[in-house]
């Protein structure tokens, strides 16, 4: 693994405490231990979320952050993959029409994290399959080597 493209609201953030999601930050740090480039591409609906992001203490671990108006395209994830082996290349989001889509476009591993209200959007094809899906991040850390409970549900990849 050398990187992982990071959603923002309801995949490292929950909207509604202003705080990170249990788990984040274990997860964050576990990767930045392991040398794991990490980028956060979110969406601008407002809020100021650059703010939040200092607030939070975890600009740092981040390689770059970026809240964009715009839909999240393969274009705007291939300038972070660049000469990367695709399959080196992990997204993480609650999205399916977003962040898991587009990651399937670029061939990266793509972790579907279902909560919050898009958890009933699921896949309405085998373009918008995730590779994983987990309802928490402490599982998904389990994934990923750390101590987390590795209780992968839904797994097919
Ligand atoms: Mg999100």
């Known amino acids: 693994m050398q990187l992982v493209i990071f959603d923002w ?3 490292l953030y929950h909207p ?3 705080q990170l999601l249990p788990g984040a930050k274990e997860l964050i740090e576990h990767l930045h231990a392991k040398d794991v480039k990490m980028v956060l591409v979110g969406k ?3 809020g100021n979320m650059d703010e939040i992001v200092d607030k939070l203490d975890v600009r740092k671990y981040f390689h770059d952050i970026r809240f964009i108006k715009s839909a999240k395209t393969p274009e705007i994830f291939k300038e ?3 000469e990367l082996v695709p399959d080196q290349v992990w997204v993480i989001g609650d999205r399916i029409r977003g962040e898991i889509d587009t990651g399937n476009k670029v061939n990266a591993r793509t972790v579907w994290m279902k909560v919050g209200n898009f958890s ?3 896949p309405r094809s085998k373009e918008e399959e995730p590779d994983y899906t987990f309802h928490s991040l402490h599982d998904l850390l389990g994934l990923f080597g750390g101590a987390g409970d590795s209780a992968e549900t839904e797994a097919d990849g």
Request: proline share 7%; aromatic share 14%.
């Open 16 to 18: 509604p405490s202003k």
């Open 80 to 82: 972070y993959i660049k």
């Open 44 to 46: 601008d609906q407002g």
């Open 120 to 122: 009933n959007e699921g």
């Open 9 to 11: 609201k309801w995949t």
